[in-house]
């Protein structure tokens, strides 16, 4: 492996392992913009969003959003405001996606 | 086939049934404005870019149909925010066109450079930077397809300059996207939602701004009929079906009859059309319709338990939504709540004082209701006089009452009247509006002179800001601040000044005829009607509370939340 250029940082675990925590997973149209549209509508209701993956998927026409959310008796409201969104093209819930943040964490430890 | 982005736009808005523009140019859109010039569309000419958007609502709000405006960057986008954040809040189909710096210049705080996409995300329904001429084949029909289609709303295409002069080959126009339809209503809900009316014995319709745009009136007529059900509108559903019917109980909320909140706070079962239960039509959440079941029906998903939680909640087009329930159930006699709803009617209804004098709120809006053969396009702008509008004035048809409900825009009034009147050249539009508002936007008299359009501007003026001086005085302990005018202008020498005709009634021997010679005069005429400065609009539910909780007129009914 080669040299990290960065300095090993400790991620909040019991955040990230908290799996009453909902993972949300959208695959949208791959444009600047498109985590403007979602996280704004986060943003202003002060619905807090604690971790975020973004990855552009198959051909990079579309990518796929993780979304590590709180549990919020909003949740379903903010999922009918997401799924308005042109550029949302799915949304579901994801029922093991805290892994794909532990490896995420694991990486910035390292 | 061989065209520039400016020259796709322009054919792409007539093959979308743009036949008129509202907008100003400036230095990011003169490619597009350049060919505009040799299209079949006609540009207007507002005065200010929020009067441009004000305007394409007119249209938009009379005629159901998505209209289109133009601005350019900066302060061209800015100054359109609010008309834009308005038609969000009350889902009218606009597509707004807006130029921007050359790409190359983008994010480098280029001359008049301002982030239009960013700034219009949260206000719109969708938005697009478009990054080259070729996109705008698929992004115009786009954006005319979100605009219309489930529930309306506006769609903001920023097109830097650069892109508008970019050729592009291509070998056919895109045709115009079919607007998408909503899905069925689903059987089984349609069947829990028969059951529960029929296990209803006091049901109350509630309609809202879905059965203006579904033009759903005569079904609901016909529901309402056969489940002896009352019928009650927010602001918006006003027209839906005609303020006389007997079973319409006009205007809920804030400034509904005593009868209306009553009734409804009676119900043991709502069934909601089309509205969102707002804050202004349900009063404190909690309380509203506190012994109803609810049916909720709308187009928009995420409206369907987003204040009130439904027993049944539908997500269908209202005319399906009835078409379907109307086959389901039996007529259904309630003698007892027909009664019960006489009663209140009877014993707690708006009180209307001095509807004969055209010089206090209620009877300049009925006398010039009066004085009409033909029902007019009635605009308002926002404070006391809208909501004397919406009490009194007798609507006969959907889309007849143009009103900024959800933003409550001071301003919207005129330029809304000069679209209105342009897409509807054969009716008479009326603007009410007050000396705050009419302020806001004064400067598109020039356009309504230019344009001779037949708007008649009914100015209730009371040198104040009427609906923030009833709030001082009600919940501020009458410590009145800012809320009057010390200076007054002269609005008939300001109207005259910009070409209009102008008419006083405060100097006027016989008012109403003075009224009726202006309302008859062809072209922009202005009324200065000089109401009572300090008269309140009542009743009034104060902000949070419940709506059976009003103060004011000649019945106090209050009770604790």
């Known amino acids: 492996m080669s040299p990290r250029m960065h300095e090993p940082i400790a991620p909040n675990e019991e955040i990230i392992r908290d799996t009453h925590r909902p993972v949300l997973r959208l695959v949208v149209r791959n444009h600047p913009g498109v985590m403007s549209h979602v996280c704004g509508l986060f943003a202003r209701r002060a619905f807090n969003v604690e971790a975020i993956l973004c990855l552009p998927i198959e051909d990079g026409q579309r990518s796929v959003i993780l979304l590590l959310v709180d549990e919020d008796e909003r949740l379903d409201q903010m999922i009918r405001q997401l799924e308005k969104l042109e550029d949302v093209l799915e949304i579901t819930r994801e029922e093991d996606g805290h892994e794909a943040f532990e490896v995420m964490a694991r990486y910035l430890a390292s | ?561």
């Open chain 2, 1 to 561: 086939m061989k065209a520039t982005g400016a020259q796709i736009i322009t054919k792409l808005l007539e093959r979308h049934g743009i036949a008129m523009i509202p907008g100003i140019p400036g230095g990011a859109n003169l490619p597009l404005y350049d060919a505009l010039r040799a299209s079949s569309i006609r540009h207007i000419l507002a005065r200010h870019e929020q009067g441009g958007g004000f305007i394409a609502q007119g249209i938009a709000r009379s005629t159901g149909r998505t209209a289109a405006c133009l601005a350019t960057s900066g302060p061209g986008a800015t100054n359109l925010l609010t008309a834009i954040a308005d038609a969000k809040l009350d889902s009218i189909p606009i597509v707004a066109i807006t130029g921007q710096v050359p790409r190359a210049m983008i994010g480098t705080d280029a001359f008049q450079e301002i982030d239009t996409y960013g700034l219009t995300i949260p206000i719109t329904k969708h938005n697009y930077l478009v990054r080259s001429a070729a996109e705008l084949l698929e992004v115009i029909p786009d954006a005319f397809r979100i605009a219309a289609s489930g529930r309306p709303g506006p769609v903001v295409v920023d097109v830097p300059k650069d892109v508008q002069n970019e050729i592009v080959e291509f070998d056919k126009w895109p045709d115009p996207c079919p607007v998408t339809t909503p899905p069925p209503p689903d059987r089984e809900t349609l069947l829990a939602a028969a059951r529960l009316v029929a296990s209803a014995r006091k049901p109350v319709i509630l309609i809202g701004a879905g059965a203006v745009a579904t033009e759903a009136g005569e079904m609901i007529i016909k529901l309402a009929d056969k489940i002896e059900a009352p019928v009650a509108s927010t602001l918006l559903g006003l027209g839906a079906i005609p303020s006389t019917h007997p079973r319409m109980l006009g205007m809920m909320g804030m400034h509904g009859a005593p009868c209306t909140n009553i009734i409804i706070n009676e119900a043991d079962l709502v069934i909601a059309l089309g509205m969102r239960f707002d804050d202004r039509a349900t009063g404190k959440a909690d309380s509203f319709c506190p012994n109803a079941a609810i049916i909720h029906v709308d187009l928009d998903r995420s409206e369907l338990g987003k204040i009130k939680q439904p027993v049944v909640a539908l997500q269908a087009d209202l005319q399906d939504f009835l078409r379907e329930l109307l086959s389901l159930i039996d007529k259904q006699d309630r003698p007892g709540w027909r009664e019960r709803v006489e009663n209140l009617r009877s014993e707690f209804p708006l009180a209307m004082p001095d509807i004969d004098d055209p010089c206090q709120p209620y009877g300049c809006i009925v006398q010039t209701a009066n004085l009409l053969d033909e029902a007019p396009i009635v605009v308002t702008d926002v404070g006391q006089h809208q909501m004397w509008v919406a009490q009194a004035f007798p609507f006969s048809f959907p889309r007849q009452f143009l009103t900024s409900g959800g933003l409550g825009t001071m301003g919207f009034g005129l330029p809304a009247a000069i679209g209105a009147a342009l897409a509807n050249p054969q009716k008479t539009v009326v603007c009410f509006s007050g000396d705050g508002s009419l302020q806001m936007n004064i400067q598109e008299m020039a356009t309504a002179a230019e344009l001779g359009v037949n708007v008649k501007v009914i100015l209730m003026n009371n040198a104040h800001l009427g609906l923030v001086r009833q709030q001082q005085e009600l919940f501020y302990g009458a410590r009145f601040h800012a809320s009057r005018f010390e200076h007054q202008p002269d609005f008939i020498t300001i109207a005259r000044g910009f070409g209009w005709n102008a008419y006083n009634l405060e100097d006027s021997l016989s008012p109403l005829d003075t009224l009726a010679r202006a309302l008859h005069e062809p072209g922009p005429v202005l009324v200065n009607v000089p109401i009572p400065q300090t008269v309140n609009v009542l009743p009034m539910v104060p902000p949070g509370a419940p709506n059976i909780q009003m103060i004011g007129g000649n019945y106090h009914v209050t009770q604790n939340a």
